[in-house]
């Protein structure tokens, strides 16, 4: 969904990247529409929480906000869950040599104001 970039000024550097991970679910159910949400939840928290490096791709992932939603749809409701993560990982940033640019053959330029 989104993703911020700090740059931990290191040597080599090295890029804190936080992405946000949204996680979507619905349950359509004639009654109980609350209790089916709260149960899904559940089970993507214990998920999640089970192994929050993804297998040690990641540094870390973290519960920051759910979001529920239930709407009529016909005779039935339709509960709408999304619960969203922050995940952390580290890139390095691109080596100078991976780098490729043209020469500078000129500036053409002008000032719209007094020194």
Not at 46 to 73: K, N, R
């Amino acid at each position: 969904m989104e993703e911020v970039c700090d740059d931990r000024k290191t040597a080599p550097r090295v890029l804190k990247r936080d992405l946000t991970l949204a996680i979507e679910g619905a349950v359509k159910l004639a009654a109980d529409v609350d209790d089916a949400m709260d149960s899904l939840a559940d089970e993507i928290e214990v998920a999640m929480h089970a192994d929050p490096t993804f297998g040690g791709v990641m540094a870390d992932s973290v519960l920051t906000s759910t979001a529920i939603d239930i709407a009529e749809e016909g005779d039935q409701p339709i509960g709408v869950i999304r619960l969203d993560y922050r995940v952390t990982y580290y890139t390095d940033a691109p080596d100078e040599s991976d780098v490729v640019l043209d020469d500078l053959e000129g500036i053409d330029g002008t000032m719209d104001h007094e020194l």
